[in-house]
Structures are given as C-alpha cells and as structure tokens.
C-alpha cells in the first residue's frame, strides 16, 4: 500500500472498529431487563453451560456448581413477585470428575396467575402433558444447592450472551404453537431473566395449496377476540382499496378457504393482493410470523402458476411469502379473461 493511501486505511479501520463497539453495545441493551438490579443485595452465581429456549418454547439449562462444592439435590428456581415455580436438577456426573446440573421443560404462556410456591409437575402452574405454566413479564431464574448435610445454598444463574448473527435463522423466536414469546434476557447485574410476553391477535399461515383450479389458504387465530362467525377473509388490492370476499370454513380455531381468483383479475393488467382475515375493524393480514426465519420471502419461494377459471379464462398467479412474512398474490389474466376487481362491501 502506498503511503498516500495509508492515512486513509488507518481511518476506516478506526471507523468500523466504533461501528462494532456501537453495535455490541446496542445488542446488550437489546437484551437487557433493565427492572432488576439496583438495591438488590449481590448473590453469588452458577455459570451456565448452556442456556436456551429452544423452538420457542423449550427451556433447556446445564449450570456447573462452583468448585469444591457438594451437592446432593439441587432445584431451579423462576421467580416473580411472590410466586416461584421450582424445576428439579438433574445431578450429572462429568468423565472429568465434575458434576453438572440439568433440566429440560416445555413452557406454557398462562392467562391467570399461578399460585405462589408452585413446584413443576405438581400444580395448576406445571405439568409433565402440558408444560410450565407462566404469566407475562419478567422472572428471575435462580438455584438452590442442597449439601449433603441438607444446608441450602441460593445462587442466581449468570446470564449468557445471545449470538449477534445475521443468519437466516432468529436467535430467537415465538412458540409456533401458542405465539407466545419467551425470552432469555440478562439483568443490569448480570443474572438471567426470563420475559414472557403473551401472544398477539393474529393470523398465522399454515400452508397454501396451488392446484391446476385453485388456491387454497389453511391458517390458524392466535389469540381469537372473537368467535369464528365474526370473522371474514378478504383480498385486498394494492393501492386501489378494492376488497374481494371469500368464504370461510372453521375447524375449531382453524380455518380455510379458496382464493376467490375470479374477482381478483382485470384483463391483462397484473394486480397484487394482500390477504387478510377481517374482524370488525381489524384487518390481520394472514402471514408466517410463527417461525425462526428471518428472511422469510428468501426461505420460502414459490414459482407462478397457471390457474383455469370456472368460465375457461387462465390466469397466472404468484402466490408468495413478502418480507414481513405476510401472504400476498399477484395474477394478471390472458386475453379474454373476465373483468374483475370490482369493490365488494
């Protein structure tokens, strides 16, 4: 390099080293709970080995106890306010003599508190079928020990840093099945948090089916504020407000229907749609939200398909995933295809 340049090369290095340094910050108060930390009298801590909520929903922890110390049972704790779920440790001896302490639950968001003291498996709050059972909001995650003389020893369990990637896949992602977000945070003193935080009104994507005649939407309610009757599925155009309806079938929270195809053409001019599920004032646009994906209109691709309508009319129609994780179509019709895209209240 030669010399003129040097100076230049010497302040972009300096440059992107305060870009990372910013970003690393960023990420940490991203996750960190700022509610826990001053006055709180300082404890000592278990290092965790690993520490996840796996698939959104699946709380997996291996704590190392600190050296020298004998352990005979140990139990972790989620705490908040006066209510405390306790999950027994597995004591797992190591081929290096060392001992490590495991669990593994499935979570369960709940609506209504739990009763204080609840001990996994055997309360309202926890069970072995349907998982731990835990309000919205923040729960410190701590251990006791008990020695071989039946001493307690409470130790918080030390936070771990969640990886500050850019891959397709979320270091962190919802419950696919109730939508709830559970989510390892660090405390301003270090120590793990796990916040809760309930699930939101949505329509949630199941799959789509593209046949030869038809499209055919499968989806789910989370978080259903109404029964099945008052909801209506729509296709809305793009920039020109117009609205098709299509029928809707229910199976439980479930439902399905046809794209209603015939209404969404205008002679050869290409048109695209949002579909959405309508609820008296509330539009939810039908998307993929439910999943660990980040770039999800990169990871699910879909290819055009030519559809034949009832009258003999073909359209070629591209159903597919946007950025955002919603389902959208776009069809334009061949020569003599019917017009359509009329309002429809």
Known sequence: MSDALLPYAVGAAKRARRVAVRM?????????????????????????????????????AALVPPPGTEVASARLELTRGGRVHRLPLELEPQPDGTLLLTVTTALRFADAPTPADTDAGTGPGAGADTGLALTPGLWRVGAVLTRPDGQEQ???????????TDGPIA??????????????????????????????????????????????????????????????????????????????????????????????????????WDIQLQQG????????????????????RT???????EDGSLLRVHAYITSAGALAVSCVGFEGAPDGAEERV
């Open 154 to 164: 409470r130790a918080g369990v030390a936070a771990v840093p969640l990886p500050a």
């Open 24 to 60: 690393r910050r960023r990420v940490e108060r991203l996750h960190t709970a700022p509610a826990f930390g001053g006055g709180i009298p300082p404890r000592p801590a278990l290092r965790p080995l690993h520490l996840s909520v796996l698939g959104g929903r699946t709380l997996n």
């Open 171 to 272: 270091p962190v992602s919802p419950d696919p099945a109730g939508g709830a977000h559970f989510r390892l945070m660090r405390s301003v003193d270090g120590f793990a948090v796990l916040k809760i935080r309930a699930p939101a009104h949505q329509a949630e994507l199941d799959t789509f089916a593209l046949r030869w005649d038809r499209i055919t939407v499968r989806g789910r309610v989370v978080a259903p504020q109404a029964p099945p009757a008052a909801y209506t599925a729509q296709a809305v155009r793009r920039g020109g407000g117009a609205v098709v309806q299509a029928p809707l079938e229910w199976d439980g929270d479930a439902f399905a229907f046809d794209l209603p195809l015939a209404g969404m053409v205008s002679g050869r001019k290409a048109l695209r």
């Open 303 to 309: 290819s055009f398909r030519i559809i034949a309508l």
């Open 281 to 300: 004032r509330t539009g939810l646009k039908i998307g993929r939200r439910l999943t660990d994906l980040r770039r999800r209109n990169q990871v699910i």
